[in-house]
């Protein structure tokens, strides 16, 4: 038996053993894939024992079902993870979930849902291009490294693909190296009942470079060939199509039997034994097999001394290049870059918050680097271009480079998502920003949802977020947007209600290190407010307008509501209603506050009306009625709309003088005192 | 000037006074595509005094911004649209809103969120075959319509056209024809920005058959030539692409800024006198070009009439089936469906409830042909194929054919969720339901709110609806997703507790003639429930297990918490905590119920602690205190997760007890009481 075939092996049996030992999950993939994951690992360019290296190839293991071949990939090449870690596969706490997360050392990406990991792959690979075309210099390699990915049928069938896969044709990325495991099974059966398309045609077709191994179950020299052919395409992003056999050696292989459940004992054990195997032993490696992989970690550790000499000699030729992305490296922004955050007094004119966000990227993203926006089309409406910007562009297009730092996603609003998580999971402390309208950020709900799970500090730029935006009606207006994120764990949902907030919106998102953020912004013109700043609004939540005297009522509002809620304070004022209006731009961020500090926001005894133009469900988290629209919106002018709705200081003024007569003479406690803590 | 020609030119400046009166919209796309819909509104079937004749010619402008057109083309052929109604284009309360929606006669779906026009439009050619495979005999053609589409650059990209596109090939959809608007433009600019792909060699890949059209501006004999063209291709849909310019006529054709934004008057005028239209008169119209359209409107009515006389003949030869169809039509189900669902008592085994939705499915739709299923590739896991189900295919794979009622739509959520919209916007009572797991109804988040805002009745069978999945682990583990539906007006989230449960899911859901469902099931095994029923859980919510004196605490649960709950009462009740348990499965429907029940369930005076595995978000609308999943889940054995989580008896218990000693001595008001009704 070859070494190859001794490895290949050694990977389809540990990876069957993996799958039998935890009774679940999917061997299907790893026996087909194994070759062009022996392949793959022996040739890649990454040091086991320094998983951060910023110039290490990523792998990102799209189908992530099959992701007992990725651990044991890892186990192999000498990642943190053990034979014990194997055996607690899909168990509760251990380091081997059921899918690939991104917390796991070796492992990039969080995959597992679909057409993810490859739409990362396309964002890990502008990363890379980005940082080349910033810091290498003449005989300065700083970045060179590749992107491959696995993905399977499923991932082509999913939408989020084809955005991705299209915009990376366009963008030339040469850079990523993709493997299409066609094994023309998935979980429903053959292929042939749902999905016969002809997927290297389709990907020629966004200007991808097609290679096809016939036997990817066996013949390693050709991936082998084929990887070195792909590295050469630096033009294109390159596919290279494996026919493979789903389960291959089993006595199921071929059909979807053996996608995802464990082999059947007698399986196993005629497997092994074909394969030279004891089918008495369990999770045995042969030393031989050990040692190659040893080797390829070697080299990869040599490869990072190498570039920390290179980069030493850079560091001196080069010093302003090298500490920032030392700075970068370090997950630091620039020291003082809060500075450059624009402030607003009360005689400032009336502008839309979106525009107001506009000023605050022109007035930032020049100095951090490490900020790259974009927009899915909308640019001129959600003003996500920077004053100055390059766009990111292929050079030989003449319309930008790659080094620009603003991408035109295309009207790709998942594929974007997808994509911006792949740029922050570069690391070098990426900050990707993007526009689209509020509403549609619920197409990319699978991509936004990747983010709050791994942890990735993207920023969307979330404008016309309600009925305000008028003329083009309810399917473009926002009603369950902010209440869908606001109950998904680790995000901020921010509504700022003029320039300070939304100042404090990007202080805090941009310094969060784990934690997108989701900033939602007016298309319609908001006044600067009296009672504003920075520093309070940064709280997430605080008294904007205080009662003149002891507050009877506290409208508690977001966005574009808070002026109109200061406005129907004063009408109150004159019905003998003394009110504190509170703005609470992000539940996130103000939940993470003291209690005491929160109480004094929102105390016991007072009755609190939520004002928001959206829906109400969520709200009685923080108030005791809820002024809201739950029902879709209408087409026309937006001050009529808000009008139609009763979203006047009259309207609002009606709901608070009923909610003061509703709880007279009732011991209001405040909502934020709650029986026992939320696991968390 | 031929009479074409004029027609054209009349609908390019309809268009554009109509954009111009409001100040708003798109004029780009309608000057654009101006010679297209004159000709297929020339040849298309329909009646536009009988707007909802089931064999019309189904049209979809899924480039929905360009609805100008579409008004000015429904206008013209005579439906019940005015010229009035062109000059309140964009107003509030108007039958012209910014973007097509369903309820305007002549709209077939609402469209404007780019992708699911043409997506829908896949849905109603699914439709038309299944009809015309079903109901169509010799002699008898009773259905053989057309669905034509229109769509853009912006449908393009987006990943749910890949999803639906694909689909349509593969099911060899020769009843669908659409039109390529190529116009190289989008709100970003010239489309090589971002967008370079080989359509149509893409569109080939999936199996459409692609005709050219060199000069989309002009040439209404080519566009002619190639609808009769298309027509024949009987077993792929075919794409005809237009190249077009965008804004034709105006002084800055050809460009971005004639595609959101009225033309300046200068333009407009230069514009109509270049074209011989006086430009002081405004939403002019020829009597020439009324009466090409009256002859089309003619021709329709008098299709119609044969049509009817067909169907009489039709109504002898096959009484059966004509009674059947009429019925549809009429938009009943079939008398006394409902004593087919499934009923259970205590003494039932445990069975997971997506096993139970399973038996319901297998005891219902062969008797209800209205009813057409499917899955996302998770056939095996959602159990969505009932017994003696016959696949949704093409004849000639020979594994199905087009009167089959289950389909095969791969991974593809998102174009799942927009072809059901276009099924059950087909009308003919079409209730299509279709099964993923619960986490991924969010792919398709989109599409679901497309049918909440149009009301088709479709319903997602999401299983797998919680941690209780187990080891697949947190990228598959739901916790905002009922939040975020349950957030979004008309729609329901049901989350059944057991078999009657189930059944009353179903039940409601099917009778709902306005209103999608997600219904959501366990993986896991549940038992029967003592105090269910189908009535008592058509109620939204009730009482499923009084407390044996005066209560002093209520459990409120959906799903596999109920039966917890039920357990943790026992614990609670022997702490001297008399405690009742709610199952409120369906906030929706439950809401829709009188005060005076709802609060013979949630009354005043007794403290309320809300039980679910999801997040907390919303329940406090119905709650005093919450339990519930405010993070990400966990990859282990699902019984180890709910007990990392707490989620025991004791758990529940001990929450339970706080909650009672929390709120002990505060006078409680049932949070059903509001101070004033919601804007509905």
Redesign the interface.
Known sequence: MSSDTLAINTIRVLSVDTVSK?N??HPGAPLGMAPAAHMLFSNIKANPKDPNWPNRDRFVLSN?HAVALQYVMLHLLGYDLTIEDLKQF?????KT???P?FHTPGVEV??????QGISNAVGLAIAQANIAATYNKPNYTISDNYTYSFFG???M???????AM??A??LQLGNLIAFYDSNKI???GA?????????P??L????WEILDVADGDTDVQGLYNALQKAKLSKSKPTCIVMHTTIGYGSVHEGT?AVHGSPLKPDDVIQLKKKWGFDPEKFFAVPQQVYDHYSKVAEAGAKAEAEWKKLFAAYSKEYPKEAAEYTRRENGKLPQGWENLLPKYTSADPKVATRKLSETVLSAIVPSIPEIIGG?A?????NLTRFKGAV?F?PPN?G?GDYAGRYI????????MGAIMNGIAAYGLNFRPYSGTFL??V??A??AV??S??SGHPVIWVATHDSIGL???????QP??TL????????IMVWRPADGNEVSAAYKVALESDHTPSILAFTRQGLPELEGSSIEKASKGGYIVSEAPSAAKLILVATGSEVSLSIDAAKLLEKDGIPTRVVSLPDFFTFDKQSLEYRKSVLPDGVPILSVEVL????W??YSH????????G????GA??YK???FTPEGVE??GV??V???EG??L?S?L????L???
């Open positions: 935890a679940s999950g992530g899909r168990q509760i706490d251990s979930p059921g899918h997360e969080t995959t597992g849902p679909l057409g049928d499923g991932c069938m999913e939408g989020v693909s084809h955005e299209a915009i044709g366009h998935s979980i429903d292929t042939g009942q749902e999905f016969d398309e002809d997927v045609k389709r020629q077709a966004y200007g979807a927009s089309d909308l640019t001129p409406s766009d562009q297009l319309i035109r996603y295309g009207v790709r609003e998942h594929g509403n549609f619920s197409y709900a699978g949802r990747l709050a799970l008028g003329e083009d009606g309810p399917t473009h009603i369950e209440a869908h994120f606001r109950a998904l764990p680790n829906s109400t469900f969520g009685s988290k009625a809820q002024f809201g629209l739950d029902r879709f209408a087409s026309g002018k009529d709309i139609k709705f009763e009606e709901r009923k909610t007569k509703f709880f009732t011991k406690l909502p005192d709650q029986p026992f939320q696991i968390q």
